[in-house]
């Protein structure tokens, strides 16, 4: 790496149990461009890191070199470890992304696995060594596929590096190369909803007793029911604004303003 270049991989110790690692660059024994990750280097800097530290490690990586990422994926494999892929794990990155005991990915990420690439010269005896040894090389990388908990065969695996495939989120994790997708906004929506409950709950244990009669559509109290239910949760999420919104206006000694305004209606909008 030329001298005065800084390394673009980082690791930040968030708080007294866990510390996140970002390989954001390609991974190489040869760091030239600030974005390059070498082994060595990343592995100094997991040392430093105490044992008892859970890590994330957040990749978004073309790949690089079979020996780095298989030295890098070692290291993290023995330690306790969530790996994310935050845009693309492909090639040696990949293997990087299988470390992890949980391997999440972001709904708009992907994987890539295919197989060693080398470039020999020589003759025909020294391609024929060569090709041998990029059958080796392939064995290793399906090998830490295998380990991580791929659901696919080791035949159906051979066939998908063959074809080089890129893998989607969902492919992901029915194939077993990741374990679960990254969802803020329905993590977000459940503990709304959760918040909510106690109201809805309550709306309807304080609901007037319908008498059902024959001639009444069951549609009718089922509309009913669902209209008071919809009030509290609507009553609730008011409240909840009104009040970050105070807190807001505190912190910036600013008038409370939201962009987001439910109204009394029930209607979710945007105020202009």
């Not at 390059?36 to 859970?54: F, G, M, P, Q």
């Not at 959760?194 to 008498?211: K, V």
Request: net charge negative; aromatic share 8%.
């Amino acid at each position: 790496m030329p001298k005065g270049l800084t390394m673009y991989y980082n690791i930040v110790e968030s708080d007294d149990s866990t510390a996140e690692i970002y390989i954001y660059g390609d991974i190489t024994s040869w760091p030239w461009l600030d974005s390059d990750v070498s082994s060595y280097r990343l592995a100094n800097k997991i040392a430093a890191i105490s044992e008892d530290k859970h890590i994330n490690v957040h990749v978004n990586s073309y790949g690089g070199e079979v020996a780095e990422g298989l030295a890098i994926y070692n290291i993290l494999k023995n330690r306790e470890c969530t790996t994310f892929c935050d845009g693309f794990a492909a090639s040696a990155a990949s293997v990087v992304f299988m470390a992890g005991k949980k391997r999440v990915m972001n709904k708009s990420s992907m994987l890539f696995i295919h197989n060693a690439i080398g470039y020999y010269r020589g003759n025909a005896q020294d391609l024929e060594k060569g090709a041998e040894d990029l059958k080796k090389m392939n064995e290793i990388i399906r090998n830490a596929y295998i380990e991580a908990g791929v659901t696919v065969s080791a035949e159906e695996l051979e066939a998908m590096m063959n074809k080089e495939e890129w893998i989607l989120p969902q492919d992901a994790v029915t194939y077993g190369f990741a374990t679960e997708i990254d969802d803020a906004s329905d993590e977000a929506y459940d503990e709304l909803f959760q918040n909510c409950l106690p109201s809805i709950m309550n709306s309807l244990a304080n609901t007037e007793t319908i008498t059902v009669e024959d001639d009444i559509p069951l549609q009718d109290l089922i509309n009913k029911v669902v209209e008071q239910t919809v009030s509290a949760v609507l009553n609730r999420l008011n409240q909840k604004l009104d009040i970050e919104e105070q807190n807001n206006s505190l912190i910036n000694n600013k008038e409370p303003k939201s962009d987001l305004n439910i109204n009394r209606s029930g209607f979710l909008g945007f105020k202009k």
